[in-house]
């Protein structure tokens, strides 16, 4: 149940629960698009976070200002910050976070973002150029299609 008490976030079939050594991501706040783990569980709303590899201090958190992520570090309650670092560090949860396609879309966000007007009028260009190429590469198609001659019909012979 999609309502039931601590489940956040579909994915995949699939309910990421608030737990220990989840991997969250801020949604919005000052640290909105950073990672963080939750470390301690404080409440049925908030949580006790820490980023040692994203610049997140520990604080706590309202769920409802967190995405939760499909991973899941394996820690005890209340890391230190130190030992949680060589714990990210170890399961290089970084270079896991970017190989997702969620931090793809964000990344691409971003990029659009930053595009200058000249940018996006190159974009716009070479966008025409490729549908142009897609565009005549259909029309010779189409035209070999025309020409080639039609299947002939399968006749099919009734059993008598």
């Known amino acids: 149940d999609p309502r039931a008490p601590g489940c956040r976030n579909r994915h995949e079939g ?6 220990i050594g989840r991997v969250a991501l801020f949604a919005y706040g000052p ?3 950073k990672l963080c783990v939750i470390v301690d569980v404080i409440d049925q709303n908030r949580a006790l976070v820490d980023g040692p590899a994203t610049g997140v201090k520990r604080k ?11 991973f899941k570090l394996n820690i005890g309650r209340a890391m230190r910050t130190g030992n949680l670092l060589k714990v990210w560090n170890k399961e290089s949860m ?3 976070w970017d190989a997702t396609s969620w931090a793809k879309k964000i990344a691409n966000k971003s990029l659009r973002k930053s595009l200058s007007d000249f940018d996006r ?3 716009m260009k070479a ?3 490729r549908n142009r190429l897609i565009a005549i590469e259909c ?12 299947k002939p ?8």
């Not at 699939?14 to 737990?19: A, G, L, S, T, Y």
């Not at 706590?60 to 499909?70: F, G, P």
């Not at 019909?153 to 008598?160: F, P």
Request: charged share 35%; glycine share 4%; hydrophobic share 30%.
């Open 14 to 19: 699939q309910f990421h629960f608030v737990e």
């Open 31 to 33: 640290d909105k698009g």
């Open 60 to 70: 706590q958190v309202n769920y409802k200002s967190l995405h939760l992520t499909q």
């Open 94 to 96: 970084q270079s896991k």
């Open 121 to 123: 009028f190159k974009l």
């Open 127 to 129: 966008k025409q150029a």
């Open 139 to 150: 029309g010779k198609l189409k035209k070999q299609a025309k020409k080639a001659p039609a």
């Open 153 to 160: 019909l399968r006749v099919r012979k009734r059993k008598s």
